[in-house]
């Protein structure tokens, strides 16, 4: 089984992987839970992403093998809050292609999400987890790399 051996900041080249790889995650929690909550259009996932790395609106690092092919990527932004006392950072989007789960691709971008909220001085991480039970699996991910349900539930309203 191949295993990470790059990780590396995404910039625009990375653009295309990542919004296929953005279309699998957003296929997958929808297979799951048998409702379209996701709207994917490969194009304008990719000029979307082209921007916010281009002002900085996310932080995006994608792992590659030795032959340069994704295995995943996590997408990260800043934001502030009183709650979190400053900056913080929300991990967006984590995604591994299912051939190499469970080999510490996972854990290798979420290390590499660690260093840049060091770099950044975020004072927290802050993820919120598919649907449960649907992702049992993806919880207990989280919780074996040190991160506490903090309560609540994420909620969405159209503006």
């Known amino acids: 089984m191949?295993?990470?051996?790059?990780?590396?900041a995404a910039g625009p080249l990375d653009a295309p992987e990542v919004a296929e790889m953005t279309g699998a995650l957003l296929g997958e929690i929808m297979a799951a839970i048998g409702v379209q909550v996701f709207n994917f259009d490969q194009a304008a996932t990719v000029a979307r992403l082209e921007d916010f790395l281009a002002r900085e609106k996310s932080f995006v690092f994608v792992a590659r093998d030795d032959?340069?092919?994704?295995?995943?990527?996590?997408?990260m932004y800043e934001g502030h809050a009183?709650?979190?006392?400053?900056?913080?950072?929300?991990?967006a989007e984590l995604y591994v292609q299912p051939a190499y789960r469970g080999v510490q691709v996972g854990r290798e971008l979420v290390l590499a999400?660690?260093?840049?909220?060091?770099?950044?001085?975020?004072?927290?991480l802050e993820v919120t987890t598919p649907p449960?039970?649907?992702?049992?699996r993806t919880l207990a991910f989280y919780e074996r790399e040190g991160f506490?349900?903090?309560?609540?539930?994420?909620?969405k309203s159209a503006v």
Request: net charge positive.
């Open 2 to 8: 191949t295993t990470v051996t790059h990780i590396h």
């Open 67 to 75: 032959d340069y092919q994704p295995l995943g990527f996590i997408a």
């Open 148 to 155: 506490a349900i903090s309560g609540g539930r994420k909620l």
């Open 82 to 91: 009183l709650y979190a006392e400053g900056a913080f950072g929300t991990i």
């Open 132 to 136: 449960l039970p649907h992702f049992g």
């Open 113 to 124: 999400a660690r260093r840049l909220a060091s770099a950044r001085h975020w004072t927290r």
